[in-house]
């Protein structure tokens, strides 16, 4: 009666891409690592909330390196990263250790930069009061 239509997907070709940029953005509550090409598509991604951290320990220096393990080692893996641009966002305790945890998987860093926000004038200042 009804007949069974089987679709067969095609396998994804993984990239390779030997260069690539790695973001940090360390907040007080949390660190996100995103691994982009040098284009800014995305190839691994992780933070320490993913990696099982709950609470004030998701802002710590420790689960930063955990989470830049995981997605550095998901990089080097899928993709053959083997040398990345540091872009550190925020001021948070990770900073450090998500750059550390790069180099101990023995990923060449090429270069670091702060993209840190810089305070202006601040917001909008209220009304004024009539009386």
């Not at 690539?20 to 953005?25: D, I, S, T, W």
């Not at 689960?63 to 993709?79: M, R, V």
């Not at 872009?87 to 840190?116: H, M, N, S, W, Y």
Request: proline share 2%.
């Amino acid at each position: 009666m009804a007949e069974s239509t089987t679709t067969t997907k095609k396998k994804k070709a993984k990239r390779i891409v030997p260069v690539g940029q790695l973001h940090v953005k360390a907040t007080f509550n949390n660190t996100i690592i995103t691994i982009t090409d040098k284009q800014g598509g995305v190839i691994a991604t992780a933070s320490a909330g993913g990696c099982g951290f709950r609470g004030s320990k998701k802002g710590t220096a420790y689960a930063a390196q955990i989470a830049g393990e995981k997605a550095l080692t998901t990089a080097k893996q899928n993709h053959s990263l083997n040398t990345v641009s540091v872009f550190v966002k925020g001021v948070g305790q990770g900073r450090d250790a998500a750059i550390r945890a790069a180099a101990t998987l023995g990923i060449e860093i090429e270069a670091i930069a702060d993209k840190t926000g810089i305070a202006h004038g601040g917001v909008r200042p209220r009304k004024v009061r009539r009386t």
